[in-house]
């Protein structure tokens, strides 16, 4: 696992945004997994100003996102859909019809989950996923005690993960409690994974990636059994990592 320690959110931010550009540049086609939440919007907002000053164009990629809430629209603001349209596609002009998100608000629930991810073994696996990590370790919505096995499925939210993202909702009723969300195995399909994390909450999940077992009650630390990871991590982040010795 490659690791980057970085000093801060913004630093972050911008070494994954290169990252990303990297790969968005250097190839004809490139097909990426997009995360959502707090940790990824520093990066979009810097592919954004990218796109502003260079004319970065998106014309030649394809994004699958990790996961979507049931029940909501595309349309909801408080939709991944809409944060993903708000926050990158629109402002980068990135043609919709290349982007791909679960449907939440699918009738058959099921048969979306099929449907998503029958479309990722299609492409052979996504170029490069972009990751955040749960508090409790969870990456995309696979919470503790998911298989590793598992594929693109239906998910009830933990209490942990409600809190975390409740800042999210104006209205609190309104949370959803359930998400789809791209499985383990699915994201372990990625040819490479970009994981990111900031901030001392981070701090528990990112030393049991890194220092602990790979364990079935650790989501993230089924990334040990991927070859091509980078972590880019800010000093708070890593501050339990680094206390214990590295
Ligand atoms: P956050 O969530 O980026 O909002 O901290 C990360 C995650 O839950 O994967």
Redesign the pocket.
């Known amino acids: 696992m490659n690791i980057i320690e970085v000093a801060n959110y913004e630093e972050m931010s911008r070494a994954s945004a290169d990252f990303i550009l990297k790969k968005i540049k250097g190839s004809e086609k490139v097909t990426l997994g997009l995360?959502t939440?707090?940790?990824?919007l520093g990066t979009y907002q810097e592919l954004v100003k990218d796109h502003k000053e260079n004319e970065t164009s998106y014309d030649h990629v394809h994004t699958y996102n990790l996961d979507e809430y049931v029940g909501l629209t595309p349309d909801d603001q408080e939709s991944y859909h809409a944060y993903m349209c708000e926050h990158l596609f629109h402002p980068v002009n990135l043609p919709l019809e290349q982007t791909n998100i679960p449907n939440g608000a699918a009738p058959e629930l099921l048969q979306e989950c099929l449907r998503y991810d029958m479309l990722i073994e299609s492409i052979g696996g996504v170029d490069l996923q972009l990751?955040?990590?749960?508090e409790n370790g969870?990456?995309g919505f696979n919470e503790p005690g998911t298989l590793f096995s598992t594929s693109t499925h239906v998910v009830d939210l933990t209490p942990s993960?409600l809190e975390?993202?409740a800042k999210y909702f104006k209205d609190p009723s309104k949370q959803p409690t359930q998400a789809i969300t791209m499985g383990i195995a699915t994201i372990l399909k990625s040819k490479e994974i970009l994981l990111l994390a900031s901030g001392e909450r981070k701090q528990e999940a990112l030393f049991h990636l890194l220092r602990g077992e790979v364990t079935e009650s650790v989501p993230a630390s089924a990334l040990n059994m991927h070859d091509r990871v980078t972590i880019i991590a800010d000093s708070q982040a890593l501050k339990l990592v680094n206390s214990l010795g590295k």
């Open positions: 995360a939440g707090g940790t990824p990751l955040g990590i749960g969870h990456i993960t975390a993202n």
